[in-house]
């Protein structure tokens, strides 16, 4: 255990005693606990296999690379159809952590395999998703911003894509592109 730690498992919150359990299966699988993005993570050698976090209505462990392991027991979930390397087990109560604890020890441990055999997911190329209708007619009559759109890094584009594909309405996402316009146009991200 790590003292940095502590205090997300001692607020008094919905998901406590889930997630003091959860801590215990995962540390028992011999991996050493940190705090990154606000989150108990659990690493070996150095390198990310699982997060524990909470959400409104579950708590879960995201396995980084999850879509690389197995899921004989079909429990791993992809959080947005954009999630291209993370999955989630959830749970709603303690009764099932415990039930599934041998499952939970399994999984862990095959993650840990994923990493000691260096496999990577190979992602989807940015130039690969779909620019929503409204943002390529911008690109195309503005060439500054089409420059600067694809002057950015591949995750600041893949962001403003995913952005700017959210809402149903045009008339929404022709807002939020005109929103972000200048800020593409210093050369920033959506959330620079």
């Given at each position: 255990m790590?003292?940095?730690?502590?205090?997300?498992?001692?607020?008094?919150e919905k998901w406590q005693k889930e997630i003091k359990k959860l801590r215990m299966i995962v540390l028992d699988c011999g991996l050493t606990e940190e705090l990154k993005w606000?989150?108990?993570c659990y690493t070996y050698?150095?390198?990310n296999i699982v997060l524990i976090h909470v959400f409104k209505e579950y708590c879960a462990l995201l396995f980084f690379k999850g879509a690389l392991l197995n899921d004989a027991n079909d429990i791993l979930i992809q959080q947005t159809k954009n999630v291209q390397s993370?999955?989630?087990?959830?749970?709603?109560?303690?009764?099932?952590?415990?039930?599934?604890?041998?499952?939970?020890?399994?999984?862990?441990y095959e993650a840990i395999e994923v990493e000691r055999a260096g496999l990577k997911v190979n992602f989807k190329k940015t130039a690969e998703f779909i620019i929503p209708e409204e943002f390529q007619k911008k690109l195309n009559k503005t060439p500054a911003l089409k420059t600067a759109f694809y002057a950015l890094t591949p995750g600041r584009q893949r962001a403003y894509i995913f952005y700017f594909s959210q809402p149903k309405l045009?008339?929404?996402?022709?807002?939020?592109?005109?929103k972000y316009r200048n800020q593409i146009?210093?050369?920033?991200?959506?959330?620079d």
């Open positions: 790590n003292p940095k730690v502590d205090w997300y498992f001692d607020k008094n606000g989150c108990p050698e150095d390198r993370a999955r989630q087990i959830r749970f709603t109560n303690v009764r099932e952590i415990v039930e599934m604890e041998k499952i939970v020890k399994a999984y862990t045009s008339k929404t996402r022709e807002s939020r592109i005109e146009l210093k050369g920033k991200g959506l959330n």
